[in-house]
């Protein structure tokens, strides 16, 4: 891969994530700064003050050159005006690319500037590099981390990751040529989520050679990650995975928690396994290419998080979302997952929101109803129940339906699906006990309460 060169405001936060990302994609990393302070055996406010900006600006060019043409480090920090110098842009423009940190609030920055012990002779002059920073097109708006992976959001950031031993899926593959020499290619949809795609991933794993030291990128929907993931998960006992979704859905929903598998004709991801990615990259710029029916099928999730964040999002839905709206919306999900990442102490279970009644109605249409009208119908039915529980008030059925109707998406169940189917294919559901299914029932914003209900006697659905 080439080099990745981490640049943004002072205290923004570049060595840190390098340190991560180089982690996550198991290279080395360099700072910048670091290496000019062991070559000169002084810190940088020492070398400004003893020979003064100048001296330091070619002391910094010539170590980035060594970096940039003789080092193996595959992931760099900058320093905050490494890149002021047209020439350190160009070279590094040439040898790699650059991800530009958006800038923290002023507070942030600045408090951060105070507590460190580096101290950064030009750390004050962040703001008035705004437009300078802005210059630059790959850009990250949001690093954080759940269940062991490492998640990136940002804009145009996922061509430094089109390469190794990628598994892409077969829509992405013909709308994105920079992808090239795949060792699998998975078909698109829901039918395809089988264990015979499973037998054909191994099958690719082993012609190209693929052993325990091997990592995985998948690229694509929620249904390419799930399977990706999985045989990641099994083969060799487990290899190392990284993934970088391609639908909003996928972004908001299938990127992070770390559950794979694939269905069986009676149940959907009846197989699984707990294999987070160690890597997962959100590029916005996917969304360009979607239609506005499946950036529908996201925002059923996104409303799904917002039910329980008690966070409604304070943007028009019938819109793109950005990336920190993206981010601050799965930062809801990530929080419940670092929680209860394997649920054992039934927090992770209220993810399950809308889902009970969503697959069986997905069962029930033979995947024909998309899995953003399943949740969105699912989240109403489910709703329908709390107030027949006297958990909700009846109101809030109807307010659900308009946020739902909102964003595109579908709200109504179909005619033909009677109690009875419907409690026939839940009966197949993961989070069944005998006759008994424990349900996540959305009561209100920000309250969602597990329920076990015996779904054999008359009524009580």
Known sequence: MDKIYIYGAPASGKTTLGKKMAKALGEKFIDLDEMIIAKEGRFIDKIFADDGEGYFRKLESSVLEEIAIRSDAKVVALGGGTLLDKANRMLCEKTGRIFVLDVPEKDILRKRIENDTTKRPLGEKSVERLLHYASFENRLHSCFEVANSLVLVGTKIKDSFLNGNIVVDATVKKLYPLIKNALSVVPSGEEHKNANTISSLYKAFSEAGIDRHSVVTAIGGGVTLDLVGFAAATWMRGISWINIPTTLLSMVDASIGGKTGYDLECGKNLVGAFHPPKLVVIDTEFLSTLSPALLAQGRAEMIKHEILGAKKMDIALN???????????????????????????????????????????????????????????????????????????????????????????????????????????????????????????????????????????????
């Open 319 to 461: 819109r793109m979302p950005s990336a920190l709206e993206i981010s601050g919306n799965i930062k809801i999900k990530a929080d419940i997952v670092n929680e209860d990442f394997k649920e054992t102490l039934n927090k992770r279970l209220l993810l399950n929101l809308g889902h009970t009644v969503g697959h069986a109605i997905e069962k029930l249409s033979s995947y024909t109803i998309s899995h953003g009208d399943a949740v969105a119908i699912g989240c109403v039915e489910e709703a329908r129940i709390a107030v027949r529980k006297s958990l909700a008030s009846k109101d809030w059925v109807n307010e659900l339906i308009s946020r739902f109707r909102e964003a595109g998406l579908n709200t109504s169940l179909p005619k033909d699906f009677t109690i009875e189917k419907l409690k026939m294919a839940m009966r197949s559901d993961k989070k069944h006990n005998g006759n008994t299914v424990r349900f996540a029932l959305p009561c209100g914003w920000g309250d969602v309460k597990s329920l076990d209900i015996d779904i054999s006697k008359e009524g009580d659905l």
